[in-house]
């Protein structure tokens, strides 16, 4: 019998969701946290306070450098701003690389708990804790695989639009089929522009070949044309102290018509030849690439400007830039996160409907792919939640910080995963639901009770990035409570066992 169109997409639509939906999920969810990262981090370094002006903190912070770290070939900043308090910084020591987070106002990391922050979550998103470059490439296909059922979606729900005002409740199928159109189309523009524009950013890795017929091996020259404007120059062998910083980020500010810093390399420190370069920030404007400016680190004279202005990569960078989302005022950044979490619904609901859409005596693959999306799905952010509890809980000087924070989130995973595949599926999503509701629940009062920011002080003092931290916090504990009592409602009841008639 030959299946028709629509019939040959909805096939492609229910497999291509499948086969890398619990990954999608992950993708989805951890980039949906990663709309607040700067916030995030802030969150996660409790004793760092707000800077009180961007070039005299970036300037604090390469005079520490210049102590700490005098024989690294170059350090490289990312200036604070009204998202992020800290000022990130890198740079080589002999085999291994150093990142500091340094605080803003005296420039150095004295008493600032080390952490990943919201940038864990960023990498995640896209390198899924693999090395490089096998997590991107399983993320990029995983994207073309979203892509895909997007576009089968559309294709396969004749009347798409008509479904966005049906949901019909306590129907079964009915109900989770409702859910996943309602939370498809709701946000669709936003759905198929995240993930075209996910993949794009990808796209050298899976799709190379115009790079290797350019320029075969040769990355350095590739590099330098794609993202040009970087001044270098050799080493003098002659020492030689910076010149005034601070008047030289100053005159980049001018430079940039009141834009902000956004990250700062600072090449040969300590020699005659040091080169201070300047990028503006990113959040300045839609377009991710930046202009950058090249000053003698020495006598503050400017070296080199630039400014994007070839129509295919400003194209590429405005893409680049939907996606990262930097450009968004806070309005924007909440829709995204909105539209983040829509997305995620509609991956989750739609494993959940695959599974709901097959008879029960499917066998033991029907059976596995039940139970991993409940370990999966309510898993993760018990996980999320377990990061934060990590952080808030481990001591402030605990060596390996970071690594106890992920460990803690991986293994959270790995157990809720267990439990799912260890309980029946009906049991499990109103179990771990609940776990998952009191992890965030009770997340604001540890972090009350750990730090001197929790949410009634926030509230005090105006403090609204804790706050609303620990209010989102609440909301998301209340909201899993309220499904996890919900599901144990609807739970069937255990059959009586009759009694034998006496004789």
Not at 316 to 344: E, I, K, N, Q, T
Request: aromatic share 12%; with cysteine; net charge positive.
């Amino acid at each position: 019998m030959k299946t028709g169109f629509r019939q040959s997409m909805a096939w492609l639509h229910g497999w291509a969701g499948l086969v890398l939906g619990w990954l999608l999920f992950a993708m989805a969810l951890t980039g949906t946290a990663t709309v607040f990262r700067s916030e995030i981090g802030d969150w996660m370094r409790p004793e760092v306070t707000a800077a009180p002006d961007q070039v005299k903190a970036t300037a604090a912070a390469i005079r520490y450098l210049e102590k700490a770290a005098p024989n690294a070939p170059a350090w490289y900043l990312t200036a604070p701003d009204d998202r992020q308090s800290t000022i990130e910084a890198s740079y080589a020591d002999g085999d291994d690389y150093r990142f500091a987070a340094l605080d803003p106002n005296s420039g150095r990391p004295d008493g600032i708990r080390e952490t990943l922050g919201g940038e864990f979550f960023y990498r995640f998103h896209f390198e899924l804790q693999l090395p490089y470059p096998w997590g991107r490439i399983l993320a990029s296909a995983a994207g073309m695989l979203m892509l895909v059922a997007l576009i089968s979606g559309i294709i396969t729900h004749r009347r798409i639009f008509a479904d966005f005002f049906t949901l019909r409740t306590g129907k079964g199928k009915r109900s989770w089929l409702d859910a996943h159109n309602v939370l498809g189309v709701l946000a669709m523009p936003f759905h198929l522009m995240i993930t075209f524009t996910g993949v794009l950013t990808l796209v050298t890795l899976t799709m190379p070949w115009g790079l290797v017929a350019n320029y075969g091996k040769d990355t350095t020259t590739m590099f330098a044309e794609v993202a040009p404007g970087y001044f270098e120059r050799e080493r003098s062998g002659r020492p030689a102290p910076l010149g005034d910083v601070e008047a030289i980020l100053a005159d980049a500010r001018r430079r940039f018509d009141g834009g902000r810093i956004g990250n700062v390399a600072v090449e040969n420190p300590g020699d005659a030849a040091a080169v201070i370069q300047v990028l503006r920030d990113d959040a300045d404007q839609l377009g991710y690439s930046a202009g950058k400016l090249a000053y003698d680190g020495v006598t503050g004279r400017l070296l080199a400007a630039y400014a994007e202005d070839r129509p295919a990569k400003k194209t590429f960078d405005v893409l680049y830039g939907l996606h990262m989302g930097r450009f968004a005022p806070w309005v924007s950044r909440w829709l995204y996160f909105l539209c983040g979490l829509a997305l995620s619904a509609t991956i989750a609901s739609g494993l959940v409907l695959w599974t709901v859409s097959r008879p029960e005596g499917r066998g033991f693959g029907h059976h596995l792919v039940a139970r991993l999306t409940v370990g999966t799905v309510a898993g993760l952010p018990i996980a999320m939640a377990a990061f934060f509890w990590a952080n808030r809980l481990a001591p402030v000087g605990l060596a390996d910080r970071p690594g106890i924070e992920v460990r803690a989130f991986f293994l959270c995973w790995a157990a809720a995963m267990l439990f799912g595949l260890a309980r029946a599926p009906r049991r499990g999503w109103a179990e771990l639901t609940a776990m998952m509701g009191l992890g965030w629940l009770l997340l604001p009062l540890v972090s009350a009770l750990t730090t001197a920011r929790g949410l009634p002080a926030s509230l005090i003092h105006g403090d609204w990035l804790f706050a609303g931290f620990d209010l989102v916090a609440l909301a998301i504990g209340c909201g899993a409570l309220m499904t996890a009592l919900h599901l144990h409602r609807r739970q069937p009841a255990a059959p009586r066992r009759r009694r034998p008639a006496l004789a």
